[in-house]
Structure formats: structure tokens, C-alpha cells
């Protein structure tokens, strides 16, 4: 399997930050805080070869919901 370059790995995420935001009405620093602090980010880097794939509304509520599945309450 081959590496996944780290820009696009980085743009992703920034993407799903600011995407997690609008749809909470948040901020991207508020955003990226809870996602950090539920562990998301983590997520998303480990499994980046699978969530990239998914439509953005998908993964979108699938960060929400393993949020809250470790304590977040969005």
C-alpha cells in the first residue's frame, strides 16, 4: 500500500474542520477543539484511506456521532 502524501491528508482535515463548524455553528478553533477532544482527528487520520471516500455530509455526521459516542454533546 502506498503513503498517502500529508498535504492531502492536512487538507482533508481542514476541510472536514471547517465544513464540522458550519454545520454546528461554530467556530473552526471550537471546531477543531471538540473533534481534538473526542479523539475525531485521530480518527480521521487513522482511517483517512477509508473516510476520504465518503461524501463529506456522511463523514460529517459519523465524526458527530463518535463524538458523542465518547462523551461529546453536540
Known amino acids: ?3 498517502v502524501p500529508v498535504k492531502d ?3 482533508y482535515t481542514v ?4 465544513d464540522f463548524a458550519k454545520k ?3 467556530t473552526t478553533t471550537q471546531a477543531f477543539n471538540y473533534l481534538d477532544r473526542f479523539n475525531a482527528i485521530d480518527f480521521v487520520n487513522q482511517h483517512y484511506n477509508i473516510t476520504h471516500t465518503l461524501p463529506f455530509e456522511e463523514i460529517l455526521e ?4 463518535y463524538c458523542k459516542n465518547h462523551g461529546g454533546s453536540l
Open 24 to 26: 454546528y455553528s461554530l
Open 62 to 65: 459519523d465524526l458527530s456521532l
Open 1 to 3: 500500500m502506498t503513503a
Open 9 to 11: 491528508k492536512i487538507e
Open 15 to 18: 476541510f472536514l474542520i471547517s
